[in-house]
């Protein structure tokens, strides 16, 4: 297990980029948009680990709504595991509460949510890569 990513809430991705990328020398490697998750990334790997930056391509999605509550920053810290399904399994055994079922990107990498309430006021990821 080690952390796949951290997800970052920005209201303006071009201006986010002028800091991770030309103050700080980060590579981007990629920029799309995801309108099934009303999102546009960027990512911005960094050793095993990379940032993502998010722009809500809607106010009223998810991130919008976050922006609007906390403002930019940190929204999730994501964890790559193994096997989802056990992951999942042993955190409801030990009391966590998971935000939905486990669902499933495009790419085939499987991921779930864990409320904040349940990991300190930290909202959490679980990744699973497809198998090849």
Not at 84 to 112: C, F, M, P, W
């Amino acid at each position: 297990m080690h952390i796949h990513h951290i997800a970052i809430a920005v209201k303006d991705l071009d201006k986010a980029l002028e800091f991770y990328r030309d103050a700080m020398g980060v590579e981007v490697v990629g920029r799309r948009e995801v309108p099934a998750e009303g999102v546009e990334i960027a990512f911005l790997p960094m050793g095993e680990a990379e940032i993502e930056l998010l722009r809500p391509l809607h106010p009223d999605n998810s991130i919008g709504r976050f922006l609007e509550k906390r403002g930019e920053g940190i929204h999730h810290v994501c964890v790559l595991v193994e096997d989802i399904e056990a992951a999942a399994a042993r955190l409801e055994e030990n009391g966590a509460r998971l935000l939905s079922d486990i669902k499933q990107h495009a790419d085939g990498t499987r991921y779930v949510f864990i409320h904040p309430k349940s990991a300190y006021g930290v909202l959490m990821e679980l990744y699973q890569k497809p198998r090849l």
